[in-house]
């Protein structure tokens, strides 16, 4: 049973696997940026529930950039990176 909001899910969650401290990075790091772009890490909210799993638990996440704008220029280091998709290149603790 999965408990948790997809869209903030860490990959490891959706696959079923334990949830470590690298996990409790994840999800703040994706709430900050849906909360600075407007936009969930792994797509679109309107895509069916199976689809956005998949995606959370198979593929990278979307590097972020304002809502219907080009993406920004890259900055040293990056404002927003993108949570690593995998627990072992994920830190587990808050920097």
Do not use: C, K
Request: proline letters at 18%; zero cysteines; glycine letters at 10%.
């Amino acid at each position: 049973m999965l408990i948790g909001s997809p869209g903030f899910m860490p990959p490891e969650q959706v696959r079923g696997l334990e949830p470590t401290a690298a996990s409790d990075v994840f999800r703040p790091g994706a709430v900050l940026v849906y909360a600075a772009t407007g936009r969930l890490l792994f797509g679109a909210a309107d895509s069916n529930l199976n689809a956005h799993l998949f995606r959370v638990a198979e593929e990278e996440p979307e590097p972020a950039r304002r809502p219907g704008g080009p993406r920004p220029a890259p900055l040293t280091p990056p404002a927003l990176p993108a949570p690593d998709a995998h627990p072992p290149g994920r830190s587990s603790r808050a920097a």
